[in-house]
């Protein structure tokens, strides 16, 4: 009997597996088509990064300025390119070449870069494939459908060009959790065990930096990794607190020049110039990288302060996406691309509950949306707008199939207790069950169709009526805008993360 079930369990698990890969294969094949497409000036950083780590010695990575793309990166992605580039250099030389390099776009640079972020999305797949092993079968595929095959990771990884998918890592969460989860048992065990996890780490910290420190040069490969120097935004603005504290300030400016008060415009930038040089702000307090740490720490630590007191592993990766959007909406000059971060970890946490799949779809989609100047050209827009509406109806119609069921049970019990203390509903459960499936509500409808107006704006109307007027308009409002949504989302995940009971999924 016992053999018969381990039959069927290994049968039911490699079932799964086929399914894992074919939605890999799936979404690979996509990619592959998608080769040819736009790429942006990242495809060049990572194929001089490629030269760089080939060409020069280990102590000259985080001092060589032969382009304007230095390294900056942390050593271990250092030491990815390196293993790259060995593979680079059979296939074109010229790929890994210093200076003949430079700017180098053939079809063989092209397609080798393209297939390299292929296949590093699979230490994402091995990633999920783990977090997801133990799970009923209905969850598994509903969350590996909104990773695998996320439209996030296509624009940022697949056409912009990036390797989001191989570096998803967070650190205070883990330390915490860890330390209270792990090695909190006991003096003799927990300190045994506190020895061992310091080992560990003191290990990694080793291999990645031991060589730089071993050289002296420590101090240039934080100053390269944390460059303070770069401004308080990005070029384009990610939609954190931070577009809203622009805004502020630039709208309190105008108010008070408009009734009289002398108000000098700043000759600073907000994305770039030198940390303590005039401030970019004409009203509100100059920003500098240690408020932004402060307000990290501060936002971080009701999650932390929860982990140490409540050390469950079902909510880790709640934990990890709330600690990402911590450094996304309050950190110094944050790129947009860094929304994917929080995004994809919260699909493992949507499969959860009805709740977090309806704050999941919401959050997807603006954290998807926010993305599309990235990809400006027109060529590209039917691409990225068919990505989203996709993702949108897969994402409708497997959390309609994941809580369909649960729903009619509630809706079952709820008739059952009104029968029986005699409050006459004759309402059917089907009825109950199809009158409370899966739905955002009307103040998730509408904020959605708020996005909608804002690219009609962008692409339709501001050209019909401004021309070529105020062109920095349509890049802000859809900052403003998702910005909005995604501080919802943060103080939405940080009651959920307060008001959490001790129970796991």
Not at 95 to 110: A, E
Not at 243 to 265: C, E, H, W
Request: charged share 10%; with cysteine.
């Amino acid at each position: 009997m016992s053999g018969t079930f381990s039959v069927q369990t290994m049968q039911v698990q490699n079932s799964s597996c086929w399914s894992l890969w074919w939605l890999f294969a799936t979404a690979a094949c996509v990619k592959l088509l998608l080769i040819p497409s736009y790429h942006s000036t990242d495809f060049e950083v990572h194929r001089h990064w490629l030269a760089l780590t080939h060409s020069l010695p280990l102590s000259q990575w985080y001092f060589d300025e032969t382009s304007p793309w230095t390294l900056d990166y942390p050593p271990f992605f250092a030491y990815f390119e390196r293993f790259l580039s060995v593979f680079a250099n059979f296939i074109d030389p010229q790929i890994v070449q210093l200076l003949k390099g430079l700017n180098y776009s053939s079809d063989t640079v092209v397609y080798f870069q393209r297939i390299t972020v292929i296949l590093s999305d699979l230490s994402l797949l091995y990633g999920i494939y783990r977090l997801t092993r133990n799970l009923d079968s209905r969850r598994q595929k509903l969350i590996w459908v909104l990773v695998i095959w996320s439209p996030m990771l296509v624009i940022v990884d697949h056409l912009h060009f990036q390797y989001n998918g191989f570096l998803l890592v967070a650190a205070p969460v883990y330390f915490v959790y860890l330390l209270r989860h792990y090695c909190w048992r006991g003096l003799l065990r927990g300190f045994g065990r506190l020895l061992i996890m310091g080992a560990v780490v003191a290990a990694v910290f080793v291999a990645a930096y031991g060589p730089f420190v071993y050289q002296g040069q420590i101090k240039q490969v934080i100053s390269r990794m944390f460059p303070f120097g770069r401004g308080l935004c990005h070029a384009y603005w990610a939609p954190n607190l931070w577009v809203l504290y622009i805004i502020l300030d630039k709208g309190l400016a105008f108010f008070l020049q408009n009734i009289g008060f002398n108000i000098q415009a700043p000759a600073a930038s907000f994305t770039g110039g030198l940390v303590g040089d005039s401030s970019p702000f004409s009203v509100l307090p100059q920003i500098t990288p240690l408020t932004t740490f402060i307000m990290v720490l501060l936002a971080l630590s009701p999650c932390l302060i929860k982990a140490w007191k409540d050390p469950r592993p079902g909510m880790i990766t709640r934990w990890v996406a709330y600690a990402y959007m911590c450094g996304f909406l309050f950190g110094w000059h944050v790129h947009e691309k860094a929304s994917l971060h929080f995004v994809i970890p919260l699909a493992i946490v949507a499969a959860e509950s009805l709740d977090d799949a309806r704050h999941y779809f919401i959050l997807s989609i603006v954290s998807c949306y926010s993305l599309f100047p990235l990809l400006f050209e027109a060529q590209e827009y039917p691409i990225k707008v068919l990505l989203l509406l996709l993702h949108s109806i897969l994402m409708w119609l497997g959390f309609s199939a994941q809580f369909t069921d649960a729903v009619a049970v509630n809706a079952t019990t709820r008739l059952k207790k009104k029968r029986k203390n005699n409050m006459g509903s004759k309402a059917s459960p089907s009825a109950a069950s199809h009158n409370g499936g899966f739905d955002i509500g009307w103040v998730g409808k509408s904020y959605l169709v708020g996005l909608v107006i804002v690219e009609v704006w962008g692409q339709l109307l501001q050209p019909l009526i401004l021309g070529d007027k105020l062109p920095f308009v349509p890049l802000m409002l859809i900052s403003i805008y998702c910005a909005l949504g995604v501080l919802y989302s943060w103080i939405w995940q940080l009651r959920r993360i307060l008001c959490s009971v001790a129970v796991d999924s």
